[in-house]
């Protein structure tokens, strides 16, 4: 990469366990200091493009990726559309620090960021430096996503007065990793949808690997979960589709219906 360049990609962050999050950064090389630009759509809850959970919960996952990687924080800008600006955070040792702290200091410090656009200065991260993005979207391979999501914002730099405090709070959904194990001990390692295995791909490094799918949104509210009636795995590609719009999430037939379709066959992917 240049002395200054920007990624061509934005990396989408996933959870450790696959689930893909509304969340997206930029790695950036900025006078040859590393940075990413993370992106995660705010709003008001009560509007169509509502307050989005995955802002903390994404960026929460990344400082734990820095942190498990050796890096240190340097230091952290506000950049949205209305405002630029250095955010009172120290210099940080994120190989010891806690990420839910980290993450609750740095929502502090913004006191307003609807944009939800936040740009962490970092060094020490012990990885190759073309692998940066695979590292920090999944922990360790990741997916570039070429086109944005419809929830993105470019930045632009504006500068306007602001001072107003106000306290936000945000649920996350908690998910129960025996059950993801669990679901892929009833239904297997092979994607339901178009029938893609990773231990067939690659060997045994990806035996036993596979992402799973919740048929009832996790985020409709606390209850018990039944892996082999409410759980399907899913290869990272179907699982993305299947979440591929705000506010749609796809069934397993309709996906299958989709890919179907575009091969021109009526036979069951296998």
């Not at 190759?128 to 996503?145: D, H, K, N, T």
């Not at 993105?152 to 990793?177: I, M």
């Amino acid at each position: 990469m240049s002395q200054s360049s920007t990624s061509a990609y934005r990396a989408q962050v996933f959870e450790d366990d696959g689930t893909p999050l509304k969340a997206t950064f930029n790695f950036q090389l900025r006078d040859g200091k590393t940075t990413i630009l993370f992106y995660s759509r705010g709003g008001k809850s009560d509007l169509p493009g509502a307050r989005n959970p995955d802002y903390h919960l994404g960026l929460e996952v990344l400082i734990g990726r820095l942190g498990s990687g050796g890096a240190r924080l340097d230091e952290v800008h506000l950049e949205t559309g209305r405002e630029h600006r250095v955010l009172d955070v120290p210099p940080m040792d994120l190989r010891i620090a806690d990420a839910n702290k980290v993450r609750k200091h740095l929502s502090r410090a913004q006191e307003s960021n609807g944009i939800r656009q936040i740009r962490l200065f970092f060094s020490g991260l012990n990885v190759p430096l073309e692998q940066i993005e695979e590292f920090l979207s999944r922990g360790s391979a990741g997916v570039m996503v070429p086109d944005a999501p419809d929830w993105y914002e470019p930045v632009t730099v504006l500068s306007r007065t602001e001072g107003r405090v106000r306290v936000r709070l945000s649920k996350v959904a908690e998910r129960d990793p025996s059950l993801r194990a669990a679901a892929i001990r009833v239904h297997g390692a092979r994607c339901v949808v178009c029938g893609f295995s990773f231990g067939d791909t690659y060997g045994e490094w990806g035996a036993g690997f596979i992402e799973v799918h919740h048929l009832l949104p996790i985020a409709d509210g606390e209850r018990a979960t039944d892996p082999t009636k409410e759980l399907r795995p899913l290869c990272a590609n179907c699982h993305c589709m299947v979440h591929r719009r705000r506010g749609i999430t796809l069934t397993i037939e309709e996906l299958r219906a989709k890919l179907l379709t575009q091969l021109g066959t009526g036979t069951r992917v296998s």
